[in-house]
């Protein structure tokens, strides 16, 4: 991969405006094409008729004025709309697209209209995962490489000099998925109405508030919008791409669930099954959970996640605001189908067998690449790259901030966190589970990284039985049972669990072998593997009892590395799992759950919010490095080995797809490639 410097990531800058239009694939955009018709050319309207000349007959009679013919359409649409439109139940194409579409560039060619995109889910609640595949509509979006931020459904933005003010242009003419306009007054919602109300949402977080104090959202006029912090805020361009609670709150359908605007809302919450109208209004606002609510992206689910027994189905979206070069109305393809699956087994069969279009979530493990490639003929795939971006492939996390305070006083004793790592024989871990591939690893930004950190990268990661022994004898574990495993202060031996995603199976398969390796040093480790809804409920929810967890992601290459630094220090209560009342504290000190972090952690968080006030790339990087030495000095959580390439399924059907993308929750792989632009060739 390509090394990302700041300045080309950032497309900030005191004061500079960006005015550019989206495109995808790195080609720009441009207004909408003049096309050619798809019809005959409009009639002209016919000369006025004139009186016959005088015969020895009787004159005739003028012929009645013919209609002109109808005036052809500007853009060309899907059959299966076509249809529809012909039948009178949908507006034609040209009055269902803003007056400028956006133009995106397919990847190759034109793609055709059709056909269905299949692939596959494990378990039924994986949200994060729709939204990745077809739900990535902001107000801003990142580049496809990567390397920058574009305009979506803001056509423009302008910064402040002192990085304070964001004001954004909405484009004009963008209508929901049931037809109903998209403007300012929606945006607007979600402000005054969501994030604003203390019932929806009573704890805002990063980047609506910042030191302390919520940004405040002005309308400017029916299309413009403006963002005002109290303080600098040099990243928040990069956070509105990544961010989509502004974009997803219509306000024309979620304001009957909101009990401002509904006074028969008691009434509503009763008959739906609700406890309250906070619970009813949760729930519908987001669109995977609620098949009803109109989305601006390019398909829209039949039926909400987990309604039906096997399968997730969506069809496009007929208001879709996007063209090809040629004004094709997109999304090629016709239906997304997902199908669910309890574990992943299954999963990797249908892709063997060719029977899926896209795939890399659940099965795109390293143990399964030989059978793969050894069936890529029959299965009619190809290999798609996917390459790395995270810190590590997986960090393990004990809970500092446990509601055990035993075990948390312990956690927080680096000497233990320092034994463990040196006990983790991480050659072995990348021979089994990683057949080879990747090189021992901290949780710190990657080597091809403007801001890599070699001591944080590399301390503590060799595998040394009598330094192990050494750190957790400093730790006070000097004490053993009968069986050799060491003994806490309180006389018991010195044990926990460690609380895992069933569906990582990578986890689970390095979890097996770091298990003796401890035992090996004293250590007893019980692993407890749960559905995904339980851990995400356990560890990166609001509960502080779990013991430890493992995780992967977090910032390894470009501006990510501030953006999200979860593993370098506490400014992340969910996905910093290891800090969780002290995330919190950095997110709002009143939160009943905040802990006052020690005083060199706070230090490191103030100098984390100079780096999110300034614009300045160099002085970002400056400041971060500080943030490193920080991390590197505390040690917060344990590496092992730095992620590797990984790869997609890709069926030979499926076209326009890259070849590679990078792999990333922030990115968010593939969305910033438009897959509405990809299509099926069944040739």
């Given at each position: 991969?390509?090394?990302?410097?700041?300045?080309?990531?950032?497309?900030?800058?005191?004061?500079?405006?960006?005015?550019?239009?989206?495109?995808?694939?790195?080609?720009?955009?441009?207004?909408?094409?003049?096309?050619?018709?798809?019809?005959?050319?409009?009639?002209?309207?016919?000369?006025?008729?004139?009186?016959?000349?005088?015969?020895?007959?009787?004159?005739?009679?003028?012929?009645?004025?013919?209609?002109?013919?109808?005036?052809?359409?500007?853009?060309?649409?899907?059959?299966?709309?076509?249809?529809?439109?012909?039948?009178?139940?949908?507006?034609?194409?040209?009055?269902?697209?803003?007056?400028?579409?956006?133009?995106?560039?397919?990847?190759?060619?034109?793609?055709?209209?059709?056909?269905?995109w299949h692939s596959g889910m494990v378990g039924k609640g994986q949200g994060a995962w729709w939204q990745r595949h077809t739900g990535y509509e902001n107000l801003l979006r990142f580049t496809p490489t990567w390397d920058g931020v574009m305009p979506n459904l803001?056509?423009?933005?302008?910064?402040?000099?002192?990085?304070?003010?964001?004001?954004?242009?909405?484009?004009?003419?963008?209508?929901?998925?049931?037809?109903?306009?998209?403007?300012?007054?929606?945006?607007?919602?979600?402000?005054?109405?969501?994030?604003?109300?203390?019932?929806?949402?009573?704890?805002?977080?990063?980047?609506?508030?910042?030191?302390?104090?919520?940004?405040?959202?002005?309308?400017?006029?029916?299309?413009?919008?403006?963002?005002?912090?109290?303080?600098?805020?040099?990243?928040?361009?990069?956070?509105?791409?990544?961010?989509?609670?502004?974009?997803?709150?219509?306000?024309?359908?979620?304001?009957?669930?909101?009990?401002?605007?509904?006074?028969?809302?008691?009434?509503?919450?009763?008959?739906?099954?609700?406890?309250?109208?906070?619970?009813?209004?949760?729930?519908?606002?987001?669109?995977?959970?609620?098949?009803?609510?109109?989305?601006?992206?390019?398909?829209?689910?039949?039926?909400?996640?987990?309604?039906?027994?096997?399968?997730?189905?969506?069809?496009?979206?007929?208001?879709?605001?996007?063209?090809?070069?040629?004004?094709?109305?997109?999304?090629?393809?016709?239906?997304?189908?997902?199908?669910?699956?309890?574990?992943?087994?299954?999963?990797?069969?249908?892709?063997?067998?060719?029977?899926?279009?896209?795939?890399?979530?659940?099965?795109?493990?390293?143990?399964?690449?030989?059978?793969?490639?050894?069936?890529?003929?029959?299965?009619?795939?190809?290999?798609?790259?996917?390459?790395?971006?995270?810190?590590?492939?997986?960090?393990?996390?004990?809970?500092?901030?446990?509601?055990?305070?035993?075990?948390?006083?312990?956690?927080?004793?680096?000497?233990?966190?320092?034994?463990?790592?040196?006990?983790?024989?991480?050659?072995?871990?990348?021979?089994?589970?990683?057949?080879?591939?990747?090189?021992?690893?901290?949780?710190?930004?990657?080597?091809?990284?403007?801001?890599?950190?070699?001591?944080?990268?590399?301390?503590?990661?060799?595998?040394?039985?009598?330094?192990?022994?050494?750190?957790?004898?400093?730790?006070?574990?000097?004490?053993?049972?009968?069986?050799?495993?060491?003994?806490?202060?309180?006389?018991?031996?010195?044990?926990?669990?460690?609380?895992?995603?069933?569906?990582?199976?990578?986890?689970?398969?390095?979890?097996?072998?770091?298990?003796?390796?401890?035992?090996?040093?004293?250590?007893?480790?019980?692993?407890?593997?749960?559905?995904?809804?339980?851990?995400?409920?356990?560890?990166?929810?609001?509960?502080?009892?779990?013991?430890?967890?493992?995780?992967?992601?977090?910032?390894?290459?470009?501006?990510?590395?501030?953006?999200?630094?979860?593993?370098?220090?506490?400014?992340?209560?969910?996905?910093?799992?290891?800090?969780?009342?002290?995330g919190l504290w950095y997110t709002n000190p009143k939160d009943e759950l905040a802990v006052e972090p020690p005083e060199d952690t706070k230090k490191a968080l103030e100098v984390y919010r100079q780096v999110l006030a300034t614009a300045d790339a160099k002085k970002?990087?400056?400041?971060?490095?500080?943030?490193?030495?920080?991390?590197?000095?505390?040690?917060?959580?344990?590496?092992?080995?730095?992620?590797?390439?990984?790869?997609?399924?890709?069926?030979?059907?499926?076209?326009?797809?890259?070849?590679?993308?990078?792999?990333?929750?922030?990115?968010?792989?593939?969305?910033?490639?438009?897959?509405?632009?990809?299509?099926?060739?069944?040739?």
């Amino acid at each position: 991969m390509r090394k990302l410097t700041r300045r080309e990531f950032l497309v900030l800058g005191g004061g500079v405006a960006a005015t550019a239009t989206l495109a995808a694939c790195g080609a720009p955009a441009t207004p909408a094409p003049k096309v050619a018709p798809t019809a005959a050319p409009a009639a002209k309207a016919p000369e006025p008729t004139k009186a016959p000349a005088p015969t020895a007959a009787p004159a005739a009679k003028a012929e009645p004025t013919k209609a002109p013919a109808p005036a052809a359409a500007k853009y060309k649409e899907a059959p299966m709309l076509a249809e529809l439109v012909k039948a009178g139940k949908l507006p034609p194409v040209d009055q269902r697209l803003p007056p400028v579409p956006v133009v995106i560039k397919p990847l190759t060619q034109v793609g055709k209209y059709g056909g269905e995109w299949h692939s596959g889910m494990v378990g039924k609640g994986q949200g994060a995962w729709w939204q990745r595949h077809t739900g990535y509509e902001n107000l801003l979006r990142f580049t496809p490489t990567w390397d920058g931020v574009m305009p979506n459904l803001a056509e423009k933005y302008e910064i402040s000099p002192d990085s304070t003010e964001f004001t954004l242009t909405l484009r004009k003419g963008i209508k929901w998925s049931d037809g109903t306009p998209f403007n300012a007054d929606d945006v607007m919602f979600w402000y005054q109405d969501v994030l604003k109300d203390q019932e929806l949402t009573p704890k805002p977080g990063v980047p609506w508030v910042a030191d302390g104090k919520m940004v405040e959202l002005t309308k400017v006029d029916d299309n413009t919008v403006k963002f005002k912090f109290a303080s600098p805020q040099g990243m928040f361009i990069v956070a509105l791409a990544s961010a989509a609670p502004p974009t997803g709150q219509p306000k024309a359908y979620l304001k009957q669930f909101h009990k401002k605007y509904n006074p028969d809302i008691e009434k509503l919450v009763k008959d739906r099954g609700y406890k309250s109208w906070v619970d009813l209004f949760q729930f519908v606002q987001i669109n995977y959970q609620d098949a009803n609510i109109p989305v601006l992206d390019a398909w829209k689910l039949t039926s909400a996640m987990g309604e039906t027994p096997t399968k997730i189905v969506a069809e496009r979206n007929p208001y879709y605001w996007k063209v090809d070069t040629e004004g094709n109305q997109l999304p090629y393809i016709d239906r997304h189908v997902t199908d669910y699956f309890s574990d992943a087994q299954p999963l990797v069969l249908k892709c063997m067998n060719g029977e899926v279009d896209y795939q890399a979530f659940y099965v795109n493990e390293p143990r399964n690449k030989a059978v793969f490639v050894d069936n890529q003929k029959k299965g009619n795939y190809r290999f798609m790259e996917l390459t790395p971006t995270n810190v590590n492939e997986m960090v393990i996390q004990f809970n500092l901030n446990c509601t055990d305070k035993a075990r948390a006083e312990l956690y927080r004793n680096k000497d233990f966190r320092i034994g463990l790592s040196h006990a983790i024989n991480r050659q072995e871990i990348m021979d089994v589970v990683h057949v080879g591939q990747g090189q021992p690893w901290q949780a710190a930004p990657r080597p091809e990284s403007d801001m890599y950190h070699e001591k944080l990268a590399k301390q503590y990661t060799e595998y040394d039985v009598k330094k192990a022994n050494e750190y957790l004898d400093k730790a006070g574990l000097t004490k053993k049972d009968d069986k050799g495993f060491r003994l806490g202060p309180d006389g018991k031996r010195v044990s926990f669990i460690m609380e895992i995603d069933l569906n990582r199976t990578t986890y689970v398969d390095a979890l097996e072998l770091i298990k003796p390796m401890w035992e090996k040093v004293g250590i007893e480790m019980q692993m407890k593997t749960m559905e995904r809804t339980l851990w995400e409920e356990r560890c990166r929810g609001r509960a502080m009892e779990f013991h430890a967890t493992a995780h992967r992601f977090g910032g390894g290459v470009g501006t990510d590395v501030i953006e999200d630094a979860r593993y370098f220090l506490p400014m992340s209560w969910s996905n910093g799992m290891w800090g969780k009342a002290w995330g919190l504290w950095y997110t709002n000190p009143k939160d009943e759950l905040a802990v006052e972090p020690p005083e060199d952690t706070k230090k490191a968080l103030e100098v984390y919010r100079q780096v999110l006030a300034t614009a300045d790339a160099k002085k970002q990087r400056e400041l971060m490095m500080k943030v490193l030495d920080h991390s590197a000095e505390a040690f917060y959580v344990i590496g092992t080995v730095l992620e590797p390439s990984s790869y997609a399924i890709v069926s030979n059907r499926l076209k326009n797809v890259a070849d590679s993308m990078p792999n990333s929750s922030k990115y968010p792989t593939p969305g910033p490639y438009n897959p509405s632009q990809f299509y099926i060739d069944k040739a």
